[in-house]
């Protein structure tokens, strides 16, 4: 570089990345890119021990890096997890499928793996990964949003996740949109995610006759079915009265949303977008963008992945 002064800059080697998920769990080495450069996936065991979790990412790491040239062996790894988590800590705090409370999951995972390893719960992760390598690239306040088997939002403000006193900042998915509405797993009625997730979708659909899941809802609305047009519009009001309140909240210019069901939320974004920008408070709230994630499936992965690039270089010894 002219008059750069001789210094040079050096590539980050890749990183290692697992997604720990409810019923499977991805592990991954990731470029400083995004590009995911060789990956194992293997089923999650049932309502799992911290020791069968160990043991499962010893294997699944063994099978991900036999082989691999030295530059490419990852030196550090980040972790995506179920459940709120102590990130400074390396606790996970809950995972409330298995009756997991305070488990040490950083530090078995770098007993695990041999590399040091920062824990994130999953949901932050996808917020992060779609700040560095997707839809929210160069925004530095934006809220994440996403509509699967339940409903989970995370917050990023000024370019920092915000995670709240016990890690659970920006979760939408228990705010009551309808206090007589459907029951909600968590006890009570007309949550978000009572109303808008994956299998309550599916619900409201077999209440009007349909049959199938959440995507063939919008498949037989996207047909010409009366029925399936009319829930889906409702659910589409529902999504837009839930990123209002993100919106009136937090003003984050920009909200992204993941999931599966986002698949089809996707083609119904002026629809959820003129819902949600009614219902917004004051007019420069209402510039709020939507857009779907860039990264689909593969976003926790990549948060995890964001996580170890943003890490400390382990230093050599
Ligand atoms: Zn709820």
Request: contains cysteine; proline residues 8%.
């Amino acid at each position: 570089v002219p008059g750069g002064g001789g210094r040079r800059l050096t590539p980050q080697a890749p990183v290692g990345a697992i997604d720990f998920g409810g019923t499977k769990t991805s592990l991954a080495v990731v470029d400083a890119g995004g590009g995911v450069l060789r990956q194992v996936v293997l089923p999650t065991p049932p309502r799992p021990s911290p020791a069968e979790v160990a043991a499962l990412f010893r294997a699944a790491w063994t099978d991900l890096t036999a082989g691999l040239p030295g530059h490419l062996l990852p030196r550090t790894a980040g972790l995506a997890a179920p459940g709120p988590a102590d990130a400074a800590a390396g606790v996970l705090r809950r995972a409330f499928d298995w009756g997991w409370r305070d488990v040490p999951l950083a530090a078995l995972a770098a007993g695990a793996t041999g590399v040091s390893v920062r824990l994130e719960n999953d949901v932050n992760c996808c917020a992060l990964a779609e700040m560095r390598f997707g839809a929210a690239a160069g925004h530095p306040d934006f809220a994440w949003v996403q509509f699967s088997t339940g409903v989970g939002g995370a917050v990023v403000a000024g370019g920092r996740l915000l995670r709240g006193a016990s890690g659970l900042a920006g979760e939408i998915g228990h705010v009551v949109l309808d206090e007589g509405g459907p029951p909600c797993p968590c006890g009570r009625r007309g949550c978000v995610e009572a109303l808008c997730s994956g299998p309550a979708v599916a619900r409201r659909h077999a209440q009007v006759g349909g049959r199938g899941d959440a995507a063939a809802a919008f498949r037989g609305a996207a047909a010409g079915d009366p029925r399936a047009a009319a829930l889906v519009a409702a659910v589409c009001r529902d999504v837009g009265r839930a990123l209002a309140i993100v919106g009136n909240l937090l003003d984050p210019g920009l909200i992204v949303l993941g999931g599966g069901v986002t698949a089809s939320l996707r083609h119904h974004l002026p629809a959820i977008g003129a819902e949600m920008r009614s219902r917004l408070l004051a007019a420069p709230l209402r510039s709020l963008e939507l857009r779907p994630t860039a990264l689909g499936a593969d976003a926790a992965l990549l948060g995890a992945a964001a996580l170890a690039l943003d890490a400390p270089e382990p230093q050599e010894r």
